[in-house]
């Protein structure tokens, strides 16, 4: 709807992965995973209310559906949401804590490496901020992942569902993109031997 998801587009797409746009919550049907891109929170909850898409897509991620939200997609994803304006869109389904903006204006962007816990590698992954968002806190659901040196949270998860301050997909770097391709693998093949398992 708005925001770098062409970034996404171009590192799953070269991963493999066959991607849609979901605008209309017709787009929703059959999907094996969601990235909420980075761009304008507010922008991207007022689109997802005004285009019907809001309701259908926080049930089908309470069900079960993986999501990664990148920056303005972690905002969205957050139960509570610190520096909002009055009545902002939100999903509010992962138990974080974010602040918007909390790393300073766009003139104010860093990269910086960060090692991931749970990505199966050592190596610090390239994490790009551009007024990112500060996850303060995470609830007993969600685990923190990944910490700047001072130890400020800036990645978590809980269970199918990520969530990064940072811009995975402006980097060369697919690993992150990756492991979310896993996840949503992990997770098709589970609901499949479930549903399996339930037939008579």
Not at 154 to 168: D, E
Request: with cysteine.
């Amino acid at each position: 709807m708005q925001g770098a998801f062409f970034e996404h587009v171009r590192i799953l797409t070269k991963l493999g992965a066959t991607v849609r746009e979901v605008r209309l919550p017709r787009d929703l049907d059959g999907l094996d995973g969601i990235i909420l891109p980075g761009g304008e929170s507010t922008t991207i909850g007022k689109l997802l209310e005004a285009w019907d898409v809001l309701v259908p897509l926080r049930s089908a991620i309470v069900r079960g559906l993986p999501c990664w939200g990148t920056c303005a997609g972690a905002i969205l994803m957050a139960r509570h949401v610190s520096g909002t304006l009055p009545g902002q869109p939100l999903l509010s389904v992962m138990d974080i804590s974010v602040r918007r903006n909390a790393f300073g204006r766009q003139v104010q962007s860093f990269e910086t490496g960060i090692v991931i816990d749970g990505m199966d590698t050592d190596v610090p992954f390239p994490a790009m901020f551009i007024r990112a968002p500060k996850i303060e806190s995470v609830g007993p659901d969600a685990t923190a992942i990944a910490t700047l040196d001072d130890g400020t949270i800036v990645a978590a998860r809980q269970g199918n569902w990520l969530a990064t301050s940072f811009h995975p997909e402006l980097t060369s770097d697919p690993r992150f993109h990756t492991w979310f391709l896993d996840i949503a693998l992990a997770n098709r093949e589970h609901s499949s031997a479930f549903a399996g398992a339930a037939m008579p």
